[in-house]
Antibody
Framework: EVQLVESGGGLVQPGGYLTLSCAVSGFSVSDSYMTWFRQAPGKGLEWVSIIYTGGSAFYADFVKGRFTISRDNSRNTVYLQMDSLRAEDTAVYHC??????????????WGQGTLVTVSS | QSVLTQPPSVSAAPGQRVTISCSGSSSNIGNNYVSWYQHVPGTAPKLLIYDNDKRPSGIPDRFSASKSGTSATLGITGLQTDDEADYYCGTWDSSVSLGGVFGGGTKVTVL
């Protein structure tokens, strides 16, 4: 059975940092495109970052330079290090796997999310 | 502010049918495949549809979808209480190279 379990969220002051984890079972993160999304209160899903099988990483403009995605193949876990946090980063953060069908990419497995609250 | 436009909410009684629209443009839906996701807050979002109209293994055929031009539609027949959730459409956009674009979500309420 495939499972993605996020952890590491919490309350942090503006300017602070947090590291989120996404522990995966059922497939190998090293063979997968792994992404992070977020959903702010009352808002829709918003893509944050991706790490490809080769290790290349990319970010949404609003987190570029502040967030870093990485993975530990031995732990089959993906991480999102979040620095210089802002109030607008407050959201539930989900990890997901990006897959490819016959026509396009889509996100076939997701975690339940971890809440990050940035507030003084 | 979402790139794709969905109605905020739809509702119907158990056993009835609902449809959810997803409107975009030629830069996204018009030239890309659409996927649909079901999300019960506090749980993991679930992929319902990919490549416009394909259902992953385990998704019942009560869920169907189609695409025409710059719009897509998700249909749910035989509505059940478990179907009460937020539904999102997603696709890719020529102006967005990574991550794709999503609708703002539609809350389905089972009356």
């Amino acid at each position: 059975e495939v499972q993605l379990v996020e952890s590491g969220g919490g309350l942090v002051q503006p300017g602070g940092y947090l590291t989120l984890s996404c522990a995966v079972s059922g497939f190998s993160v090293s063979d997968s495109y792994m992404t992070w999304f977020r959903q702010a209160p009352g808002k829709g899903l918003e893509w944050v970052s991706i790490i490809y099988t080769g290790g290349s990483a990319f970010y949404a403009d609003f987190v570029k330079g502040r967030f870093t995605i990485s993975r530990d193949n031995s732990r089959n876990t993906v991480y999102l290090q979040m620095d210089s946090l802002r109030a607008e980063d407050t959201a539930v953060y989900h990890c997901a796997r990006e897959s490819y069908g016959s026509g396009s990419y889509y996100f076939d497995y997701w975690g339940q999310g971890t809440l990050v609250t940035v507030s003084s | 502010q979402s790139v794709l436009t969905q109605p905020p909410s739809v509702s119907a009684a158990p056993g009835q049918r609902v449809t959810i629209s997803c409107s975009g443009s030629s830069s996204n839906i018009g030239n890309n495949y659409v996927s649909w996701y079901q999300h019960v807050p506090g749980t993991a979002p679930k992929l319902l549809i990919y490549d416009n109209d394909k259902r992953p293994s385990g998704i019942p055929d009560r869920f169907s979808a189609s695409k025409s031009g710059t719009s897509a539609t998700l249909g749910i027949t035989g509505l059940q209480t478990d179907d009460e959730a937020d539904y999102y459409c997603g696709t890719w956009d020529s102006s967005v190279s990574l991550g794709g674009v999503f609708g703002g979500g539609t809350k389905v309420t089972v009356l």
